[in-house]
T-cell receptor, first 111, second 118 residues
Framework: KQEVTQIPAALSVPEGENLVLNCSFT??????LQWFRQDPGKGLTSLLL?????REQTSGRLNASLDKSSGRSTLYIAASQPGDSATYLC??????????FGTGTSLTVIP | GAGVSQSPRYKVAKRGQDVALRCDPI?????LFWYQQALGQGPEFLTY????????KSGLPSDRFFAERPEGSVSTLKIQRTQQEDSAVYLC????????????????FGPGTRLTVL
């Protein structure tokens, strides 16, 4: 079974810092990888989707990269803001219809 | 346009009661997923529909869990004879097919239903 790990589990940074969140998966046979943020008591908000033919996606201050062969993805957040505080989750789609999620990285940006 | 909606947002049930959770996907999204999220964990896949067809139900934890999507739009997740271990947030997501066969496009999630079984 695909296992998805996110490191670190929690991260606290001062406002303005650039930061990197990591996601690793055990089975490289994936279709795509999606990054989400989840605010307390809320559902998941899609941030970036890296499809099978892509290696990178960018949206505003966010950049996500995917290396299938090494089973890793990183989410880079530039110039962090207090509003970025949330839990960040990555999910991979395997060859079947299932999606596998990591347990998330809880980010706190201190003003 | 409207996003994915779920109702109720909160449900408290006594052990042994049956519950029904509703999901309204984004209009035109043929794919619909249900997930279970325990506190402090990532969502766990339960089941997947393409239109009205339930193509994968391998994540349903027991035969007390049943999902349907009779007209290919609204879906209902039913849990019979609820147990305390069923307490969790139940998330619904919808998406369009991706560019390659078998690949999905971006998933959009609803706010979830928090189920508490006493």
């Amino acid at each position: 079974k695909q296992e998805v790990t996110q490191i670190p589990a929690a991260l606290s940074v001062p406002e303005g810092e650039n930061l990197v969140l990591n996601c690793s998966f055990t089975d490289s046979a994936i279709y795509n990888l999606q990054w989400f943020r989840q605010d307390p008591g809320k559902g998941l908000t899609s941030l970036l989707l890296i499809q099978s033919s892509q290696r990178e996606q960018t949206s505003g201050r966010l950049n996500a990269s995917l290396d299938k062969s090494s089973g890793r993805s990183t989410l880079y957040i530039a110039a962090s803001q207090p509003g970025d505080s949330a839990t960040y989750l990555c999910a991979v789609q395997g060859p079947r219809n299932q999606f596998y999620f990591g347990t998330g990285t809880s980010l706190t940006v201190i003003p | 346009g409207a996003g994915v909606s779920q109702s109720p947002r909160y449900k408290v049930a006594k052990r042994g009661q049956d519950v029904a959770l509703r999901c309204d996907p984004i209009s035109g999204h043929v794919s619909l997923f249900w997930y279970q999220q325990a506190l402090g964990q990532g969502p766990e896949f339960l089941t997947y529909f393409q239109n009205e067809a339930q193509l994968d139900k391998s994540g349903l934890p027991s035969d007390r869990f049943f999902a349907e999507r009779p007209e290919g739009s609204v879906s209902t997740l039913k849990i019979q004879r609820t147990q305390q271990e069923d307490s969790a947030v139940y998330l619904c997501a919808s998406s369009l097919p991706g560019g390659l066969a078998g690949e999905f496009n971006e998933q959009f999630f609803g706010p979830g239903t928090r189920l508490t079984v006493l």
